[in-house]
């Protein structure tokens, strides 16, 4: 029961104890009160009576007559005269007529109005007594009207007092509620904490509540850092901070072979001269600061842009990839000039400085293909005297390569509807299916190729039509559960939820068919959601009411964030699969994704691996903690 009804209950319960204890006393009171009064009232006008009777003659006609008119002109139940014998001589009797007031309360406080007597004489003898009674009806009138305003009082202050009782209620419910919100969001996992209400009881629940999430969080941050470490020691090079070259091999694995991988991109190889030279000539600090400052300018580069790497894949080859750029030229004068600054500096004293290949690449390229062609590139710069840049040869072949070629190319897909899903399970340990992760895929012309979303995604940020696409991917994602699929997985982009309209027709659309978000899976990579974190935030607040299932993908290169996620109610993470691969051979990884799941778990995430490549890498998941994956490795069946 509420506390509202039990506070109403609670006013009535105790508005009709108070007025039934004022009722009663109030009311017998009031009856005494006016049960002597129609007694002296009586007596007072039986001796007015007896008086003028006693002046008059005693025949018959004329004392009926004075009887009469005295019974006639009053408001009396009974006028009897009794002569000495006690015999009745004139009696007049009319019936009692309560009016409006009830026969049950009459019953229960009768009045008893008490007969008035006086002598009347004949001269110095007694004629008889004059007795009589006066109507009790005006006084059950009175005592019923003063019944009834008490109850109207009673009512009105009881309502006024429920009144106030719910206002203040309403007052300590806030805090109550929040106190029992926050208890709720711990049972879920969701570590938040409240101002401390002003009532003691309360602020002291709040405040206990308070310091243990504040403890939980520092404990997740604690453990945070310290995987944070042991994935930097696993996959980084100590000396320069870049990525080394196992780690870096696998996000170039990933870039050629992810689905939503972009369409084409660039690899720059750098390779310095003479190291060992320059390590004997100038000693060990100085080769290391040279190392240390061109890390610098390489990680620079990589965080330009989304999805880019930088990496020392041995002492002195230093590697720059960049998904989705066309033209590395502007990067590769970058290390140019950092070379020329380093020569400036006295770090570098030989004239081959060092030499520079780029190449770009399409998605689908082997590794080996792509390596070798930019090994050729390298091996030419190295053939030329001084610092030297040279491309490889590129057999790239782009589908559109202009702004408004992909503007007409994108808007007639959206308009004509020439979009798709596909689908890849995504399946828990025991084999289950947990979703259908499906991206989207998008038709050139009516009977043109389907580009992959990696194709045509990075050009729809580029020109903001990125709701549009994100908007089709949900319809078709709910259309396919209403066809009866068990359950769909579709991205959204960073750019997207940052839009209100689109955040406002998407809500809109999920809530037309409530009926189907639980089976609707909907994730925003790593680098959106932590890129635009307020609005993601906000964005899984207003969503989760709807009921669907919300994630992040291709989740672990910004892991010291994950203590970001405790509070806003995530459903699972999907952890990259650079991360992945080889993953049964990479101990120091295992280490690393170990940690990371018994993180995720103790905040309530289910996590999944993304990228399985082979049989043994999906074998040890369990092991390490995932609850399922997805990739070539898992079957469809």
């Known amino acids: 029961m509420s506390l509202f009804r039990q506070l109403w209950l609670a006013v009535i319960a105790s508005t009709v104890i108070a007025f039934a204890g004022s009722f009663i006393v109030s009311t017998l009171t009031a009856r005494h009160y006016l049960e002597r009064q129609l007694a002296i009232k009586n007596n007072d006008n039986a001796a007015t009576l007896a008086l003028a009777m006693s002046q008059l003659d005693k025949d018959p006609v004329t004392v009926e007559l004075q009887v009469a008119a005295v019974f006639d002109s009053g408001q009396y139940a009974t006028v009897r005269l009794i002569d000495p014998n006690g015999k009745t001589m004139i009696e007049k009797t009319s019936p009692q007529d309560a009016g409006n007031v009830p026969d049950w309360f009459i019953r229960i406080f009768p009045i ?69 919100g926050q208890a709720q969001a711990i049972s879920e996992r969701r570590f938040t904490t409240i101002q401390e209400p002003a009532t003691p009881e309360l602020k002291s629940l709040a405040s206990a509540m308070n310091t243990m999430v504040d403890r939980l969080k520092a404990m997740f941050a604690e453990e945070a850092a310290r995987l944070e470490q042991v994935r930097r020691e696993a996959n980084q090079d100590s000396l320069t901070g870049l990525a080394n070259r196992a780690f870096f091999m696998n996000q170039l694995a990933a870039a050629l072979s992810d689905d939503d991988a972009a369409a084409s991109g660039s690899l720059v190889l750098l390779r310095l001269a003479d190291l060992a030279g320059i390590n004997k000539r100038a000693g060990r600090e100085m080769a290391d600061e040279l190392l240390r400052r061109l890390g610098s300018t390489l990680n620079g580069l990589a965080a330009e842009k989304p999805n880019a790497a930088a990496a020392r894949l041995n002492g002195a080859d230093f590697a720059l990839l960049l998904p989705g750029v066309q033209d590395p030229a502007p990067y590769a004068e970058i290390l140019l000039h950092a070379l020329n600054d380093l020569t400036a500096a006295g770090l570098i004293d030989s004239e081959r400085i060092g030499h520079i290949a780029s190449g770009v690449y399409l998605h689908g390229q082997t590794i080996g293909s792509l390596l070798a062609r930019v090994d050729t590139a390298l091996a030419s710069a190295e053939g030329q005297s001084g610092l030297a840049w040279c491309r490889a040869e590129s057999d790239c072949d782009q589908h559109a390569t202009s702004n408004a070629d992909w503007k007409k190319l994108l808007e007639g897909a959206i308009q004509t509807q020439r979009l798709r899903l596909i689908d890849f399970p995504v399946a828990g340990n025991a084999g289950q299916l947990l979703h259908f992760e499906c991206p989207l895929r998008l038709q050139t012309t009516e009977d043109g190729e389907w580009l992959t979303a990696g194709s045509f995604m990075p050009m729809a940020s580029r020109l903001s039509m990125t709701t549009e696409l994100d908007l089709a991917a949900a319809r078709l994602a709910l259309e396919r559960i209403a066809a009866g699929a068990p359950a769909v997985a579709v991205n959204l982009s960073g750019e997207s939820i940052l839009d209100a309209a689109f955040r406002a027709r998407l809500f809109a659309q999920i809530a037309a068919r409530k009926d189907l978000a639980p089976r609707l899976w909907l994730e925003v990579s790593e680098i959106g959601a932590f890129q635009h974190f307020d609005a993601f935030h906000a964005f899984c607040d207003a969503l989760r009411p709807l009921g669907c299932r919300l994630g992040i993908e291709h989740f672990g290169r910004q892991f010291s964030e994950i203590g970001r996620l405790h509070g806003i109610g995530l459903d699972y993470l999907k952890v990259d699969g650079s991360f992945i691969r080889a993953i049964d051979t990479q101990t120091g990884n295992q280490a690393f994704i170990k940690g990371l799941c018994s993180i995720a778990h103790n905040i309530g995430l289910t996590v999944i691996a993304e990228g399985v490549q082979t049989a043994e890498e999906l074998a040890i998941l369990p092991e390490l903690g995932f609850d399922g994956a997805t990739g070539p490795a898992v079957p469809r069946n």
Do not use: C, N
């Not at 004059?130 to 009673?154: C, D, M, N, P, R």
């Not at 206002?167 to 806030?174: M, V």
């Open 112 to 180: 008893d109005s008490q007969p008035g007597q006086a002598q009347v004489s004949s001269g110095w003898s007694q004629f008889g007594t004059i007795e009589l009674v006066s109507h009790s009806h005006f006084a059950y009138t009175e005592l019923w009207g003063g019944a009834l305003k008490l109850l109207g009082w009673f009512a009105i202050g009881g309502g006024l007092m429920g009144l106030l009782g719910m206002q203040f209620l309403r007052r300590i419910r806030r805090p109550l509620d929040a106190v029992v």
